[in-house]
């Protein structure tokens, strides 16, 4: 059963993210969007193994284990990512090509927010290329890409 706070978390990834240049609105983006182009961006092979990062970082951000401060720096470096591409190239991150987008993500990676932010990505881009089918955000392309053999018995249903 989801209560009302369950409900607005999980709809962070839904919801616009006003990405600001000094005062101004200058774009509006989806961290929906983002995430996508970022995960391909971040790990070229997840398109391939179709993989469902948004999906699986809106499990992570109604998570009542994961951290507030872990929620809030995953909602901010987003935000922080669009506001970088903005600064170096005039446009939101998923409206940059993909040379631009590697220029952006260097950039960031020499900074502490965006370093933790790419490293974060990175392992929760992991977690979903390799977790359980029953969480529908991988088919066990993964494991199959591993050609890694599953315990048994495996989860009837989600746990998370």
């Known amino acids: 059963m989801i209560n009302r706070r369950n409900f607005l978390k999980a709809g962070f ?3 616009s993210v006003l990405v600001l240049s000094g005062c101004e609105l200058f774009s509006v983006t989806t961290p929906i969007q ?4 970022l995960q391909y961006d971040l790990f070229p092979h997840a398109k391939k193994l179709g993989v469902n990062m948004s999906k699986y970082l809106q499990i992570i951000l109604s998570h009542s284990r994961i951290d ?3 929620k809030k720096h995953i909602k901010n470096g987003i935000k922080w990512l669009n506001e970088e591409a903005i600064k170096l190239f005039g446009k939101a991150y998923i ?6 987008r590697q220029k952006v993500l260097i950039l960031i990676s020499q900074t502490r927010w ?6 974060r990505m990175l392992t929760y ?3 979903a290329v390799f977790s359980d089918p029953v969480y529908n955000v991988s088919s066990g392309s993964g494991w199959e890409w591993l050609n890694f053999k599953t315990g048994l018995p495996q989860p009837k249903e989600a746990l998370l």
């Open 95 to 100: 409206k940059l090509d993909s040379l631009q």
């Open 68 to 70: 507030e401060d872990e």
């Open 34 to 37: 983002t995430i996508k182009i």
């Open 114 to 119: 965006g370093d933790r932010f790419i490293n």
């Open 13 to 15: 990834l839904s919801s």
């Open 125 to 127: 881009i992991m977690e």
